[in-house]
Structures are given as structure tokens and as C-alpha cells.
């Protein structure tokens, strides 16, 4: 889990010193959002409320402290790991489901999306701090949450039968 944590971490564009203050990465931060998704489902939700569950607080309580922007990033990436594995799972659903054409157009978007997201993403580094806390990491919280989030529905609409 560490392993995956440092790479989300690099892929963030953040220091593995920031890795300290997120590594509370684990079971019970997927957790949060396991159940937050399973409530989604449930009720018919897309599950956009799943998104910032584990960031937003740890973000919270990273405030005022030293070196507070560089916590923020790590808080961000900490979720940013659990959104990875849950479009790498999703990605996998997809596949199950067999579509060949559904299939392709999922592989060609994915192999251009960490690019887009990474482009965009990057102005939020720009900005002043604590407008978007986290900035760019923050960022890419959010746009891997919603990409994970729309395959997660696709996954399950190509399985269903």
C-alpha cells in the first residue's frame, strides 16, 4: 500500500516527504468510500458526494499548521490512491462486460485523460492558496473521482445481464 501511496504521490507532482502526513492511506479510508458509493447505489446516486471524504478532513485538520499547503497536497493524494484503484477496478468491470466497442472507446479516452487532467489541473498551482486547497493535487482528486465514477456506471450497465 505504501508503494501505491509514494506513486500516487509522484503522480500528484508531490514530494515523498509529504507521504508522512498521508500515510493514514488505508482499509478504513476506502472504507469511507466503499460505503458512501454502496448508499449511492442503492438510492439511485451517481455518488459525487463519495468525492473529498477522506481529503476534506484530513485537509480540515492540516490547517494552521506548518507547511499547511504541502499537507493539503499530501491529504489530497492520500484519496487520490483510493480513486486510482477504483477506476483501475472499474476499468476492469468494463471489460468484463464484454462490448468490444465499448471497450475500445474506454481504452483510446483513458490513454489521452491523465494528460488532459494533468494540463488542467496544473493552473491550480497558480492560484492563491486556499482558494482550491490542494491546488493541483486537489484537482486531480476531483477529475480521477468523476472519470472512476462514470466507469464504476458503466461497468455495472455492461454486466448487467
Given at each position: 500500500m505504501k508503494l501505491k501511496l509514494a506513486a500516487a504521490l509522484l503522480a500528484a507532482g508531490l514530494p515523498l516527504a509529504s507521504m508522512a502526513f498521508a500515510?493514514?492511506?488505508?482499509?478504513?479510508?476506502?472504507?469511507?468510500?466503499?460505503?458512501c458509493l454502496k448508499t449511492a447505489e442503492e438510492t439511485g446516486g451517481f455518488g459525487g458526494a463519495c468525492v473529498g471524504l477522506v481529503a476534506d478532513?484530513?485537509?480540515?485538520a492540516a490547517e494552521g499548521t506548518n507547511d499547511d499547503v504541502a499537507k493539503w497536497r499530501a491529504c489530497a493524494a492520500r484519496e487520490l490512491a483510493i480513486w486510482t484503484q477504483k477506476t483501475n477496478e472499474a476499468l476492469k468491470k468494463v471489460e468484463a462486460g464484454g462490448f468490444a466497442d465499448v471497450i475500445k472507446a474506454v481504452k483510446d479516452s483513458q490513454k489521452t485523460f491523465a494528460a488532459s487532467r494533468d494540463r488542467f489541473c496544473v493552473v491550480f498551482d497558480k492560484i492563491e492558496p486556499g482558494m482550491y486547497k490542494g491546488d493541483a493535487s486537489y484537482c486531480r482528486l476531483?477529475?480521477?473521482?468523476?472519470?472512476?465514477?462514470?466507469?464504476?456506471k458503466l461497468g455495472a450497465a455492461v454486466n448487467e445481464h
Open positions: 500515510q493514514g492511506t488505508g482499509p478504513a479510508d476506502a472504507a469511507v468510500i466503499d460505503t478532513p484530513c485537509i480540515k476531483r477529475e480521477t473521482a468523476n472519470r472512476s465514477l462514470s466507469l464504476i
